[in-house]
């Protein structure tokens, strides 16, 4: 009897709650890199095509909300219930700054030319830190109409977009100016919003809605409805043919970009999907849940269940980093000893 072509994810696991988001570096020369951020506090560095984690960013005492790498993958940057933003360093883990706020941060981003921190949160205030003056007071701007959920860079750093917590609507904002350009009108709240690779597309997620616009003149390309209310989605950056969508039926789904028709359904995770986002190179995806787990999914075509080789049965852990010769020697120094040994790490406390 054949078998049933089934997908097999890598399994990460390491978070003691939920994933709340998801980012990919883009590709650098030490290959791409994968950071998650949880409601534990403790933002994790994977390598973005085995899993295999490499260290995590231990700091903040409150849920971390948001996390991103810079361009190059040399800082990270996370958001933070605990009235903080902060900066990393990537090679070794260290905390380089730390913004305090006035209330929970819930997004933040770098620059393209990874000069600036952009954040936002339940201030109703977009902020940008100059990191070549860390102790500089930051530019504020306000005027936004809601707590902001979601926070991006677009146009090389001349506009920036951001979502409310409990409006609908994507803003527009001219960073020259400070104010509001363009409006992308939603009837629910925006809980993702993603800039494609190529600057052409701005893809949002609202309600059981996923929605594509054009980046450049802001009209609405493409509506999607889903099968369910879907908190995340993201369009795969090479082809453009499909996308992934993730919510609260704990299935990721793939469909396709020009039609909208169901492609893929991948069942796995045993809690609401929290964050859907593709690799740079569009060979895998990655998505991040309730469940506390994060799940990367290979677009190709699907493995014969049985047939997967994997030295630790497909599951990658977050507590012990196994074999260093697995990560790049750029990372080599976090949390790893000396001596070239695998460190214990328990990332499982939840402060």
Not at 270 to 279: A, T
Request: charged share 25%.
């Amino acid at each position: 009897m054949e078998k049933r072509k089934i997908a097999v994810p890598l399994v990460c696991h390491g978070h003691s709650r939920p994933v709340v988001d998801l980012f990919y570096s883009p590709i650098t020369a030490d290959g791409f890199f994968l950071i998650s951020a949880s409601k534990d506090s403790s933002p994790m560095l994977r390598n973005g095509e085995t899993g295999d984690w490499i260290g995590t960013f231990e700091g903040h005492k409150g849920a971390v909300w948001s996390c991103c790498l810079d361009t190059n993958a040399l800082r990270a940057a996370s958001a933070s219930a605990d009235f903080s933003a902060k900066v990393w360093d990537a090679l070794t883990g260290e905390e380089l700054h730390s913004f305090e706020h006035k209330h929970i941060v819930r997004a933040c981003a770098f620059s393209e030319n990874t000069h600036i921190l952009l954040t936002g949160g339940l201030e109703k205030l977009l902020r940008l830190f100059d990191l070549n003056r860390p102790d500089a007071p930051p530019r504020e701007i306000d005027k936004s109409p809601g707590s902001i959920r979601t926070a991006a860079w677009l146009h090389s750093d001349q506009t920036i977009l951001s979502s409310c917590t409990d409006l609908g609507g994507v803003r527009l904002w001219d960073v020259r100016s400070g104010k509001i350009i363009q409006t992308l009108e939603t009837k629910s709240p925006v809980t993702s919003a993603e800039v494609s690779q190529d600057g052409r597309y701005i893809t949002t997620a609202d309600g059981s809605n996923v929605k594509f616009w054009d980046a450049n003149h802001f009209g609405l390309v493409k509506s999607y409805s889903m099968p369910c209310n879907v908190e995340s989605a993201s369009l795969e950056p090479k082809l453009g043919n499909k996308f992934t969508a993730g919510g609260e039926d704990m299935w990721v789904r793939i469909f396709d970009f020009h039609t909208g028709e169901e492609i893929g359904c991948n069942k796995g995770h045993h809690g609401p999907v929290h964050c859907v986002r593709f690799s740079p190179g569009g060979e895998s995806y990655a998505s991040g849940s309730e469940d506390g787990t994060i799940r990367i999914w290979q677009t190709g075509p699907a493995t014969v269940a049985g047939d997967t080789e994997s030295s630790a049965g497909n599951t990658v852990s977050g507590k012990i980093k196994a074999g260093v010769n697995d990560v790049t020697r750029k990372v080599d120094g976090f949390h790893i000893s000396k001596d070239g040994k695998a460190e214990k790490v328990d990332a499982s406390t939840d402060s």
